[in-house]
C-alpha cells in the first residue's frame, strides 16, 4: 500500500524515512488498537483532545519503540536505534457495535489475552467513554538498525562504541491487595511479549 | 516552583495532573537534556522541526515513562502507571560557548559518563547541529501509581488483577564490528540505569 503524499514524501536521512510535520498532534500518550488499516484510540467522553479530535481536524499520531543507545566515537554521530511511525489522517466517532469491538482491540492489542478474562463494558461506561477510529490512508515509518557509523578517523580512538540495547521488559506480576490467594497470574501477563523487529 | 498558569491548570483527574493543550508539538521523538529549569533538545541544522521550533513559536514538548500495566477487573478500569511530564516553552537558539555545554548536557542525560570519552564536536559539526533551548516556567507532571481502581462489585470476580510493572532494561552491551579486541565496554555502559520514581 502506498502511503506517500507530499506531506508524507522523505526529505532528510530519506534512507530512514523522515518526517517535520506538525499541523496538530495528539501530545498525550495514550494505547492504541489496530486492526487492518484502521486505528482506534480511546478516552474520557469529556477529554478535550479526544473532543477536539472529534471535529475532524488534521492530526499526527506517532507510535515509536526505542531499541537501543548507539555509542559512537563522536558526540555527532552517537544516536539512537529506534522504529517509528507517524500516521497523518482525521478521525471520526465510532458508535453501535463498533465500539465495544474497538475497546477489544484496543485492550489486545495493549495485553493479548486480557480481554476474555475481564468484565466487559457496561451501557454507562460505553457513554463515558470516546473511541475514535483513524484510516492509515497517509503515513511512513523510520527505522534506525546497527552499529554506529564514525568518520573514518575515529575509528583509531581508544573508545569503546556499539550498541546497548534497550528493552521495555516486564517484572514479576504484582497482585492486588485484594486478589484472592487461589487466583494465580495469568500465562498472558508471565509471557508479555514486546514484539520483536521482523527482518 | 509555580508552573501553573491558566493553560496548565488541572482539568480532568486532577489527582494525577492533566493536560489539554496542543497548540504546537514536537511529535519527532527526540533527545533532550536538563540542567536545573532549562531544557536543551538538538538536531540537524536542517531539520524542519528545529527551524520550525527556533522562530519562537509556542511549543509543547512531553517526556513520559511507563511504569507499568494496570490489570483491573473491567476494562474500564484497566490502565497504565506511568510518569508524564508536559512543558509548555517558546524555544530560542542555543550559540556560542553555550552550544557545546548544552551538547554535553544532552548526552550526559541520556547515558551518564559517555562524554568523557567521546572526540567532542569540532567546528564542521557544531556548525551542522541546531541547540535549541526552553526555560522551565509552564509545565505540569502527571502521574499514576499503585493497584487497579475496581467498581465494588467487580472484586468478587475470579479474574487476576494488579500490576505487570514495565521497565526499560539494557540488554548485553553489542561491540562495533571495527572495535580493537582490547577496549573494554565501559561500566557506565554496563550499569545504564533507568532512573527509579522518587518516593
Redesign the interface.
Known amino acids: 500500500m502506498n502511503l506517500k503524499t507530499p506531506r508524507t514524501r522523505l526529505?532528510?536521512l530519506p534512507k530512514r524515512g523522515a518526517?517535520?510535520?506538525?499541523t496538530?498532534?495528539?501530545?498525550?500518550?495514550t494505547?492504541y488498537g489496530r486492526k487492518g488499516r484502521t486505528l482506534y484510540i480511546h478516552g474520557?467522553f469529556?477529554?478535550?483532545?479526544l473532543n477536539?479530535l472529534a471535529t475532524g481536524i488534521p492530526m499526527?499520531l506517532?507510535v515509536?519503540l526505542?531499541d537501543?543507545?548507539v555509542?559512537?566515537?563522536?558526540?555527532?554521530h552517537?544516536s539512537?536505534n529506534?522504529r517509528?511511525v507517524?500516521v497523518l489522517a482525521k478521525a471520526t466517532v465510532v458508535e453501535g457495535e463498533e465500539k465495544g469491538t474497538a475497546?477489544?482491540i484496543i485492550?489486545e492489542q495493549?495485553?493479548p489475552g486480557?480481554?476474555a478474562?475481564?468484565?466487559?463494558?457496561n451501557r454507562k461506561?460505553l457513554k463515558?467513554?470516546l473511541v475514535l477510529k483513524l484510516r492509515i490512508n497517509e503515513a511512513s515509518a523510520k527505522i534506525r538498525t546497527g552499529?554506529?557509523k564514525d568518520d573514518e578517523e575515529?575509528?583509531a580512538?581508544?573508545?569503546?562504541?556499539?550498541?546497548?540495547?534497550?528493552?521495555?521488559?516486564?517484572?514479576?506480576?504484582?497482585?492486588?491487595?485484594?486478589?484472592p490467594a487461589n487466583?494465580?497470574?495469568?500465562d498472558y501477563?508471565r509471557k508479555?511479549p514486546r514484539p520483536g523487529r521482523k527482518k
Open positions: 526529505k532528510r518526517h517535520d510535520f506538525a496538530m498532534a495528539a501530545v498525550i500518550p494505547g474520557s469529556a477529554s478535550r483532545m477536539e499526527c506517532t515509536t526505542v537501543g543507545l555509542l559512537a566515537r563522536s558526540g555527532f552517537s539512537v529506534y517509528s507517524v475497546l477489544e485492550s495493549i495485553l486480557r480481554w478474562d475481564i468484565r466487559r463494558p461506561e463515558a467513554t552499529p554506529p575515529d575509528y580512538l581508544k573508545c569503546w562504541a556499539g550498541v546497548l540495547p534497550l528493552q521495555l521488559t516486564p517484572g514479576k506480576p504484582v497482585a492486588d491487595p485484594r486478589l487466583i494465580p497470574v495469568p501477563a508479555f
